[in-house]
């Protein structure tokens, strides 16, 4: 390619994929380094040798046709349709090692897969019966899905079109003006409060391997655990305060983050999003251990243990456990749990679900109209949410769209329970089953398992995408691949015709 082309259409868009690509194989082959302390699991390694290989070859010639000539910039449909193809690459290269061991059919791998990418945490796979170098890989998925492929991309790549697949990917925030600078921030928060989190386990009595899986699962949010108990099996409440306080992390946004490391605490707790939060857990943490104590016959400290940790869990998007089932819980328990797993965590943070800010502008927006139906029309008032360093206006074309994704949300929500209750599943375990796969939650009163059907995990695995990407993101990238050869085919009329 010319250095003074234009790299334009389809060229840009298999370029960027072949970066991502080459990101990908990484992820897939980074597990091998397992190997230095498990040398036994050798004969594992082929699993991920051939899939990952393959992926830095063919990202590496794709890549081509983007490091010379101008770029153009990307349109939102090119956008949203990298950022959902890279997802969907780095779901079908992970879910290959699973895929290439004969013990899994395709959908389970794929369903392993995606619900590690899109840090969910739902699983098919017996974990006591896993090598390390499984468990990692399934952390890893966690790593960095919770991260994003493009944050990564654009933390070691100048690019002019970065911005636009930042935001595509659901990153709203820049921490400094510089963007690259942003992403290397982002991912030193990140990284950092892993490596904190792997002390404190290991301090607490977990061995170093499994202190990584889970300071890894609970900052990125995801929920997978070498243990088939989850973090009920260690029985300690040091554990369970060092997942709290990381999980709560994990899901608080990037950007009131930085201002406890600057030491700015008063913009950190004027964030709407963190007083809402605070208000979620002691809210819930109450409610459940109300009703953990007179309904399931939990004691009263017992109770109040339990119900701190997964209403924590929850709206965390994490998924994490201290309980045996969430089956036997009454639906008294069931529904704020459910109600929190939609909820979720805050935006420009690694939980799922709809986001904190999203409910906190539709409350608002309550209160809001109800306050002009008393007040007199000729008083222009003019709402706003606050954000650590100022405050942020909410038009009503804001509202608007957020009012569209709660429905659109819902609706697939809706449908997804519908279809499970079609498979003969009872209307609570559907809707449970559904809101913990759309919110990226991972915990499951049992309809996900080995045995499942595949058209069950289909069904889950579209949830979990969905929810991860966000709705817009995929609708907008499918409306692309369909309109795109039409545009094509009419510029290439004009040019005939010229």
């Known amino acids: 390619m010319k250095p003074d082309s234009k790299v334009t259409g389809s060229q840009l868009i298999l370029g960027y994929l072949g970066i991502i690509l080459i990101l990908i194989g990484i992820s897939v082959l980074l597990p091998l380094l397992v190997l230095l302390a498990y040398p036994e699991e050798i004969g594992d390694a082929k699993y991920f040798i051939l899939p990952g290989v393959s992926c830095l070859f063919f990202g590496y010639l794709l890549s081509f046709l983007v490091r010379s000539g101008e ?283 709809v986001k904190q800010f999203r409910i906190w502008v539709f409350l608002k927006g309550i209160y809001w109209s109800l306050r002009d139906t008393f007040y007199s029309d000729r008083i222009v008032r003019v709402n706003y949410v606050k954000k650590p360093d100022t405050d942020e206006v909410i038009g009503n074309k804001q509202r608007a769209e957020i009012g569209s994704f709660l429905f659109l949300y819902l609706l697939i929500m809706l449908t997804g329970t519908l279809i499970l209750c079609a498979y003969g599943y009872p209307l609570k375990e559907s809707l449970f089953e559904i809101s913990s796969a759309m919110g990226g939650v991972g915990l499951s009163c049992g309809i996900t398992s080995y045995s499942a059907s595949t058209s069950i995990l289909w069904v889950l695995m579209c949830g979990m995408f969905i929810g991860r990407l966000e709705i817009y993101v995929v609708a907008i990238s499918v409306i692309h691949l369909l309109t795109a050869p039409k545009i094509a085919y009419t510029k290439m009329n004009r040019r005939i015709w010229r």
């Open 71 to 353: 770029k153009t910039p990307l349109n939102p449909g090119q956008s949203a349709f990298i950022v959902t193809s890279s997802w969907l690459l780095a779901i079908l290269a992970s879910g290959m090692p699973f895929f290439i061991t004969g013990q899994y059919n395709f959908t389970q791998a794929m369903f392993e897969s995606t619900s590690g990418w899109s840090t969910t945490g739902l699983s098919v796979v017996d974990v006591e019966n896993t090598s390390h170098i499984f468990l990692m890989h399934r952390s890893l998925m966690l790593f960095f899905g919770g991260i994003g492929l493009v944050l990564i991309m654009v933390s070691v790549l100048k690019d002019a079109s970065g911005m636009r697949l930042y935001q595509a990917e659901g990153h709203s925030d820049k921490l400094l003006p510089n963007l690259i600078q942003s992403s290397r921030l982002i991912l030193s928060i990140y990284t950092g409060y892993i490596a904190a989190g792997t002390v404190l386990y290991m301090l607490f009595g977990m061995d170093w391997f499994d202190a990584v899986n889970h300071a890894i699962a609970a900052v990125a949010t995801g929920g997978f655990s070498t243990k088939s108990e989850s973090i009920g099996y260690f029985n300690s409440v040091p554990i369970e305060i060092v997942s709290i306080i990381l999980m709560f992390l994990g899901s608080t946004n990037f950007v009131a983050s930085l201002y406890i490391f600057r030491g700015k605490f008063r913009n950190f707790f004027r964030y709407c999003e963190l007083r809402f939060t605070f208000f979620l857990f002691l809210f819930s943490t109450s409610l459940f251990a109300f009703f953990l104590w007179r309904k399931q016959d939990y004691p009263i400290l017992q109770s109040f243990r339990v119900a701190a940790f997964q209403a924590v869990s929850a709206f965390s998007t994490t998924g994490f456990q201290t309980v045996p089932s969430f089956a036997v819980w009454s639906s008294a328990l069931s529904l704020p749990l459910i109600l929190l797993m939609i909820i979720g965590g805050e935006a420009g943070s690694t939980a799922g679900g």
